[in-house]
């Protein structure tokens, strides 16, 4: 499938693609909706060897391109899975993440599982409510009364599952993050911005805007992060518990 490459969201996607290549291989997440792998391919013809899908849906079109393309690969499953991703042993020079935090409900679980096959630079870049009051600030939009200030479509979005609470899954737009939010969820991760690049005025709703970035893999986790279970702290050091 071709992208359309009139759309200012789809230029920043592969401006940042371009800026995190040269690479050997990456691993792209989430890249079936509407593109058939269609930025996958984009890593092919920008010198990666070997290119990962990793998505729930496959399609009949993605299949053909697989069949002309024996470099792509896919994992078929839930990148939000601990048990699914454990059973990927490579790791990926680049990942992408276009489009997919914004569905997802474990959100700062998935992200260190995605980026875990990250080695170097991870490029992200989804819509993203304006800086707040509170750096930092992410919303829960399923059952959010602030629904009028708060959606994105200003309330045109057949298409999209948005503030059902009972619709807490991958296939509903769940959060809105700001950018610092997300700047801060990478370092957490030992990642660093490299550059960022932010679109106005891509919303009917003026507090959204398209955000991406291109960060690089520049620390260790430190000791304590929690995915560490066994090393984190005692809550109740045992000279103040109960
Ligand atoms: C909104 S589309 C984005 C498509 C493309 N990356 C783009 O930028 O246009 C989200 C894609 O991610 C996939 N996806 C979302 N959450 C997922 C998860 N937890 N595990 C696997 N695939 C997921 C969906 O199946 C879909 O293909």
């Not at 919303?139 to 602030?146: D, E, I, R, W, Y």
């Not at 260790?220 to 809550?235: G, M, N, Q």
Request: hydrophobic share 40%; glycine share 6%; proline share 6%.
């Amino acid at each position: 499938m071709n992208l359309n490459e009139s759309d200012p969201a789809v230029q920043l996607k592969l401006r940042l693609l371009e800026r995190a290549m040269p690479a050997r291989d990456a691993v792209v997440f989430g890249d079936m909706w509407g593109v058939e792998g269609a930025y996958c391919v984009r890593c092919l013809d920008l010198g990666c060897e070997s290119v990962t899908l990793v998505d729930v849906a496959e399609s009949d079109g993605w299949l053909e391109t697989r069949r002309a393309h024996p470099s792509l690969n896919q994992y078929k499953g839930d990148f939000s899975d601990p048990l699914f991703m454990a059973s990927i042993r490579e790791t990926y020079e680049v990942g992408v993440a276009y489009d997919v935090l914004l569905h997802q409900a474990t959100l700062l679980h998935a992200l260190h599982l995605m980026l875990e096959k990250v080695s170097e630079r991870v490029c992200i870049v989804q819509p993203m409510l304006v800086e707040q009051e509170h750096p930092n600030t992410l919303v829960f939009l399923p059952g959010n009364s602030a629904r009028e200030e708060l959606d994105p479509l200003a309330g045109d979005h057949e298409e999209w599952l948005m503030f059902d609470q009972l619709l807490v899954n991958s296939a509903a737009w769940l959060w809105a993050m700001t950018p610092s939010f997300l700047v801060s969820a990478l370092r957490s991760e030992g990642f660093e911005l490299d550059e960022e690049e932010r679109l106005d005025g891509g919303f009917p709703n003026p507090r959204w805007t398209w955000w991406g970035c291109v960060a690089r893999r520049e620390r260790a986790l430190h000791p304590e992060h929690w995915s560490h279970h066994e090393k984190v702290r005692e809550l109740w050091p045992t000279a103040h518990g109960p």
